[in-house]
């Protein structure tokens, strides 16, 4: 039993404790959990600030006073103090006033924002309902209104009602009813069992991956779509959540096909619209009616669907029940066979199988009255009905047997249905056991009523045909709204559904085999047997059973599938991922998805124009394979990855096993229709494509996310094994940018030149530096690397962003230099701007820390690239006319300047240009040799450029080289004083603050005369007087000593190279569009950094866009393959 205090507000005049008690009593809290009111938890928002301000000094006197009441009740979730806020579980504006009262955590309460206390985490928790997208907001309008607003009931669903008899119904179908005795005729007992085992296999272990992925957390309604996109991310989830509406879509054609068949061709004959007067034309008369007639229905359908989607619902088990009594009907029909097989004879002729429909004896004559008079079937083949008319010689050399259609389980007809019997289109059913005269013409044989194939049939048709009857395994995960307990049911009654029907599906082949005639079995539409369904003759006890079951089944599978499509279309369009299909995402106000829904009855047309079951099987078999070889791809890799968040309740899963399901869905893809397979991985692709270009980002925690870090990490590792070699080396790109108050990029053409300079490939690294500590800057870092990516994405530059503060900027570009990178994706060159302002700026700090950056790269054995007047280079949309490159080769430091024109002309920017490649002769050179050796090295490099050696002579140094040099020394100088009598100033200020502090102390110390010692008697006019009398002394002394001062020597021979040198280069290069030059280093003694700057000015002058270059010590490009 926990104690607990709760803090009372009792006022003056207000009875609180209670008549006859004493008002500063304790006493019991009278309703302890009862949700409490804001006055028993700590008051109010402003009675709380009012107690704060009021600690020290109580400002009103007739002000609330809290007392403390004390309370042997135990603490529930539900008591009356205030929870803390959680950022993600249902936070509302109404709790982000509360703040935690108690003492027990206090030690937590600055962080309660951020992580709630357990029991308010739990308390939410188990108040979380999972609720379907679909089951009851389609169903009712939900209304705004919240005393009128219905309470929610939680979803109670077990296995066996939510997912055990949806997948049942939604496995067991048209092609069980209408296609399975035909392939089990054509491909044979063996084939057609390798067909059941290899497609009920296929889904089985796609049903395991499918389990592990359902039970490794909560999933929301939206099935296999969701757990797709939420494993594999959104481009695959996009992709294959499309395949699988189509996938959907294109099954509600087939089962429109279906119930269109049932009618025609079993139920009412004579509703067809288009009769064939002739044999050859009855194929092409039988697929108008179906076009015709399926419209009709899918128009129907649709509306049924659009007025209530309840209904179609509720309706559900109705179909079940039609397909599991018609399942009932068939097994009841086998066990009849053994002791009274139903007569359904079969008309032959010779060994070929005649149709049915025409006659009703199987007989070429008859005696009736002691008159042999020719029957039905003698017109069939005859001129006339005289029994001397001309007859096909076939007709006439064959005699006409009766075979039984259904001779029964112990006839050992299974022997003979053993092996398959494929065959071309117009091939004729014949018996093997039953011999035949010759004496047929192949030409006249399309006129005859015989049994022929209406397609043509081999192994991998019939896989594409049968594989539909096995899907409908996702049933029960797309119900998971509506579960009690997903995590357990699914699995359970997935896999389940799927032994019960594969069980049925080989007892079928069997049993079908063993009681059924081969010639009977081959025959698709029962024209053999008078237009009956082949499967209806075997059951018990009538064939309408059949009939009427498998036309039910098909209706209530074609109205499941347009519910169904448009809601997961809808969820598609929802998730934001495909632009294009927003649109879809809307519906009526109750939520029903009627964009979806038209688009749905739209390309279910397109398969009800193909008209035939046989043709569209195939093209859903395609879409949902692709379906299952993804959920077989997510599993395999959340497996391999071994994600921490990868924890499956369901434990009977591999790895392999996902993987030999991914490989078999793959294989059965290309079995079935290789042409089908590529244009549905087409498809695939083309919308992954898309949604990687144009989708939202969505950032799921997919697998295939940590795929690419696993991939990413072992990369890296073998990376670092061994330095790239000469032949790999491409420039790998640090970035120093700089920015403005604003944090707005400075200089964005530098990005544009790094797009150019990269071309997408290789690593580039944005890095910037901020001064502060990270704790007062954070915020303006987050801020600059927002502001970075955004011209990053503006100017097409592929990278990554390194924002880094820093006590000073010296030090935070040294980091970047040294830490930016990862083990061997790390920069070996570095870009910056120069920094063109330095000679007007009053901090000399900004040029010194360009001087230090250099040394940095060279002591890091980095490529330095230096752009001068950045503004002016070319963006990427610029196109460069004709124009040259001009590479001054003066050292050679690794061949960089050979590269980097190579690669800036694989630019479209660029790519006019043409190169050309100047180098300097001194007066003891050959520059004839030179440059017939340049052309052969770049001829061995494979690069095309213009070759000129220009000549340096050995000149005099001129007066303008002497002064110009004398100027930069005496300029520095000056600075040098300005800054010495500025550094002066503010040490005297120091004094002066720190004497004056320091006044109350008696100081009886004799001060040193000069400006530096203050004495603290001094006036503050006298202290002037004295500084300002010393200043001038040192400054008049200083001007006399510029003004006699000589420059110094070898400064005088830096400046005349650079004045020479810069001279040939305006000479030749003023023109180019871009020149690059190779950059000099800096002095190994700091003193002269700033004549450094002064030398790189003037060799730069004239010149619009240059790049200097600094080699990283190392060779950079190859003559060798």
């Known amino acids: 039993m926990s104690e607990r205090f709760v803090v009372v507000p009792v006022g003056g005049g207000v009875g609180v404790a209670g008549e006859g008690e004493h008002p500063d009593a304790v006493v019991a809290d009278p309703t302890p959990d009862a949700g409490g009111s804001c006055s028993s938890a700590g008051g109010t928002e402003e009675e709380k600030e009012a107690g704060e301000d009021s600690v020290f000094e109580p400002q009103d006197p007739n002000a609330v006073v809290p007392i403390l009441e004390y309370n042997r009740e135990p603490n529930k979730y539900g008591d009356g103090v205030p929870k803390e806020n959680s950022p993600f579980i249902n936070n509302t504006d109404n709790d982000k006033g509360n703040s935690y009262d108690g003492t027990n955590m206090a030690l937590f309460e600055e962080e309660m924002d951020s992580n709630p206390m357990v029991s308010s985490l739990l308390n939410k928790l188990a108040n979380y309902t999972n609720l379907t997208q679909g089951a009851q907001e389609h169903e009712e309008a939900e209304d705004d209104e919240g005393p009128k607003k219905k309470a929610v009931k939680s979803p109670q669903m077990g296995t066996f009602m939510g997912v055990y008899l949806p997948c049942l119904q939604n496995i067991l179908g048209v092609i069980l009813f209408l296609r399975l005795t035909w392939i089990v005729g054509t491909a044979g007992i063996l084939e057609s069992l390798a067909i059941v085992g290899l497609c009920c296999s296929c889904t089985m272990l796609t049903a395991i991956s499918m389990s592990a992925i359902a039970t490794n957390g909560v999933v929301p309604a939206g099935g296999s779509y969701y757990m797709i996109s939420r494993s594999l991310g959104p481009e695959f989830g996009g992709a294959v959540g499309l395949c699988f509406y189509l996938g959907t879509t294109f099954a509600g054609s087939m089962y429109i096909l279906g119930t269109i068949e049932i009618l025609l061709t079993y139920i009412v004959p004579k509703a067809a619209i288009f009769v064939a007067e002739k044999k050859e034309d009855e194929p092409g008369a039988l697929l108008n009616n179906m076009r015709v007639y399926g419209t009709c229905c899918l128009a129907l359908m649709a509306v049924v669907v659009f007025v209530g989607v309840k209904y179609v619902n509720k309706l559900a088990l109705v179909f079940l029940a039609c397909v599991i ?216 006890p009538s064939p309408w059973v059949i009939v009427i079951g498998s036309f039910f089944s098909c209706c209530g599978a074609g109205l499941q599938s347009l519910t169904g499509a448009p809601r997961l279309l809808q969820a598609i ?118 949604i990687e270009y144009r989708g939202a980002e969505k950032e799921w925690g997919d697998g295939i996310r940590g795929l690419s870090l696993n991939a990413a990490r072992y990369a890296l590792i073998r990376l670092e094994e061994a330095p790239p070699h000469t032949k790999n080396w491409r420039p790998q790109l640090l970035v120093l940018l700089n920015l403005d108050s604003d944090q707005g990029v400075k200089h964005p053409r530098l990005l544009s030149l790094t797009t150019q300079l990269k071309a997408g490939k290789g690593l580039t690294i944005v890095g910037n530096v901020l001064e502060g500590t990270y704790l007062t800057k954070e915020a303006e870092a987050k801020r600059a690397e927002q502001n970075i990516k955004s011209s990053m994405s503006t100017e097409r530059t592929k990278g990554f962003c390194h ?319």
């Open 325 to 540: 009594l018609s399942i009932l009907a068939i097994y009841a029909g086998v066990i009849k066979t053994i002791f009274e097989p139903p007569d359904f004879p079969v008309c032959m002729l010779g060994n070929r199988t005649l149709q049915n429909h025409n006659f009703d004896r199987c007989l070429k004559t008859e005696v009736i009255d002691n008159v042999t008079v020719p029957t039905k079937l003698w017109k069939l083949f005859c001129d006339g009905p005289e029994l001397n008319a001309t007859c096909n010689d076939y007709f006439v050399n064959n005699n006409v047997t009766s075979l039984q259609g259904i001779p029964g389980l112990t006839s050992g007809v299974i022997s003979e249905n053993m092996w398959s019997d494929y065959g071309p289109l117009g091939m004729l059913v014949e018996s093997k056991k039953l011999s035949s005269v010759g004496g047929s013409d192949p030409a006249q044989d399309i006129y005859m009523p015989y049994v022929v194939n209406d397609i043509t049939t081999f192994f991998t048709l019939l896989v594409g045909i049968y594989f539909p009857s096995v899907t409908g395994i996702m049933a029960g995960s797309n119900r998971s709204g509506d579960l009690r307990d997903a995590q357990k049911s699914i699995p359970i009654g997935t896999i389940l559904a799927i032994v019960t029907t594969s069980i049925i599906y080989i007892t079928c082949v069997v049993l079908f085999g063993a009681c059924i005639e081969g010639v009977l079995l081959r025959d698709k539409f029962g024209d053999s047997v008078k237009g009956n369904l082949v499967i209806g003759t075997l059951s018990w």
């Open 573 to 690: 369009a929802r998730d934001g991922i495909v632009p294009f299909l927003q649109v879809f995402g809307h519906g009526k106000a109750n939520g029903e998805p009627t964009w979806a829904l038209l688009l749905t009855a739209g390309i279910c047309e397109i398969g009800i124009l193909i008209a035939s079951l046989d043709a569209v099987a195939p093209i859903l078999s395609m879409f949902f394979l692709m379906c299952y070889l993804f959920v077989n791809l997510a599993c395999a890799v959340q497996t391999l990855l071994r994600t921490p968040n990868w924890r499956p309740r369901f434990k009977y899963y591999h790895w392999a096993l996902s993987f030999l399901g991914m490989s078999l869905c793959l294989a059965l893809m290309f079995i079935s229709s290789w042409y089908y397979a590529i244009v549905a991985m087409a498809i695939a692709s083309c919308i992954y494509k898309y």
């Open 803 to 1121: 924002v880094v503060v820093s006590s000073n900027l010296r030090d935070g570009f040294s980091h970047l230099i040294q830490s930016a990178g990862l083990g061997g994706m790390k920069h070996n060159t570095v870009l910056m701007a120069w920094p063109g302002t330095w000679r007007q700026s009053n901090d000399p700090q900004s040029w010194k820390n360009f001087i230090e950056t250099v040394r940095e790269t060279t002591a890091a054995h980095h490529a330095l690239l230096v752009a001068k007047n950045v503004d002016s280079f070319p963006t990427n949309q610029d196109r460069l006319g004709e124009g040259t490159i001009d590479v001054w080769w003066v050292v050679h430091d690794g061949g960089m300047l050979m590269l980097l024109p190579f690669l800036l002309r694989q630019h479209k920017v660029w790519r006019k240009c043409k190169m050309r490649i100047f180098t300097v002769a001194q007066m003891d050179d050959n520059s004839i040799q030179m440059k017939k050796d340049l052309q052969m090295f770049l001829y061995h490099l494979r690069l095309d450029a213009e070759v000129e050696v220009v000549e340096m002579h050995d000149n005099d140094i001129s007066a303008f080289t002497y002064e110009k040099t004398l100027m930069m020394e005496q300029r520095s100088q000056m600075l040098k004083q300005m800054q010495l009598s500025r550094t002066e100033r503010e040490r005297e200020a120091q004094l002066i603050h720190d004497r004056n502090t320091a006044s109350h102390a008696t100081i009886n110390d004799k001060t040193e005369s000069g400006p530096e010692r203050v004495h603290m008697t001094w006036t503050k006019d006298k202290l002037f007087t004295e500084r300002n009398r010393n200043r001038e002394c040192n400054a008049n002394v200083a001007v006399r000593d510029l003004f006699n001062m000589k420059p110094n020597q070898s400064n005088v021979r830096r400046m005349h190279t650079a004045v020479k040198l810069n001279e040939v280069v305006v000479n030749k290069s003023q023109g180019a569009h871009l020149v690059l030059l190779n950059m000099p280093g800096p002095p190994k003694n700091r003193g002269g950094d700033e004549n450094y700057m002064e030398f790189l000015e003037v060799l730069l002058e004239g010149l619009n866009r240059v790049l200097l270059v600094r080699g990283g010590g190392r060779e950079v490009i190859t003559i060798y393959s």
